[in-house]
């Protein structure tokens, strides 16, 4: 069974300081990995992801993250955060199974939260 | 704009009642799940259609909860006897069967006293 661990539940930071979001997973076949981002009552917003190519990936409001297959990572970064980029945020993993369709396994979500 | 649609947005329910959720899903997405998320805690998969077809379920959902997908388009999620540890967000997504990528809706929250 596949499964994902954030490894910092919170991550202060102050704004325009870079910020580094680590995630690692575990699975027996190969997999798609996902950064999702949650604002307060809201539901998740699909930051980046990644199914296969180049494993520097880039997505929406300056984030990118790097897949790892040896370090089983795909840790989220971003050189300069912004107030507004306060929030949770999910990795997530899905593996290549058709019986799975495109299910999701969810880490606990990492609390980022940015001061002025 | 056709985003993933959930109503109630916030139910409050006392112990031992029914609820009953309901997810518009994208109109041309064939795949539908819905996850539950407890405070400070990640979505948890409660179950998938296929179409209509109800491909898997998980293990956390129990006889109480029952899913829907009558035809194709629109699921309910159907929680009889609430407890109190029913209590979380409600979370639906729907994707294409050609794609990794699901869509969330914003949730249904769920409490009961």
């Known amino acids: 069974a596949q499964s994902v661990t954030q490894l910092d539940s919170q991550v202060p930071v102050f704004e325009e300081a870079p910020v580094e979001l680590r995630c690692n997973y575990s699975?027996?076949?190969?997999?798609?990995l996902f950064w999702y981002v949650q604002y307060p009552n809201q539901g998740l917003q699909l930051l980046l992801k990644y199914l296969s190519g180049s494993t520097l990936v880039k997505g929406i409001n300056g984030f990118e993250a790097e897949f790892n297959k040896s370090q089983t990572s795909f840790h989220l970064r971003k050189p300069s955060v912004h107030i507004s980029d306060t929030a949770e945020y999910f990795c997530a993993v899905s593996e290549l199974r058709e019986t799975s369709g495109s299910r999701l396994t969810f880490g606990e979500g990492t609390q980022l939260t940015v001061n002025p | 704009d056709t985003g993933v649609s959930q109503d109630p947005r916030h139910k409050i329910t006392k112990r031992g009642q029914n609820v009953t959720f309901r997810c518009d899903p994208i109109?041309?997405?064939?795949?539908l799940y819905w996850y539950r998320q407890t405070l400070g805690q990640g979505p948890e998969f409660l179950t998938y259609?296929?179409?209509?077809?109800?491909?898997?379920k998980s293990r956390l959902l129990s006889d109480r909860f029952s899913a829907e997908r009558p035809k194709g388009s629109f699921s309910t999620l159907e929680i009889q006897r609430t407890e109190q540890g029913d209590s979380a967000m409600y979370l639906c997504?729907?994707?294409?069967?050609?794609?990794?990528?699901?869509?969330f809706g914003e949730g249904s929250r769920l409490t009961v006293l």
């Open positions: 109109s041309e997405h064939n795949r």
């Open positions: 259609f296929q179409n209509e077809a109800q491909l898997e």
């Open positions: 997504a729907s994707s294409q069967s050609t794609s990794r990528e699901l869509f």
């Open positions: 699975s027996s076949v190969s997999v798609y």
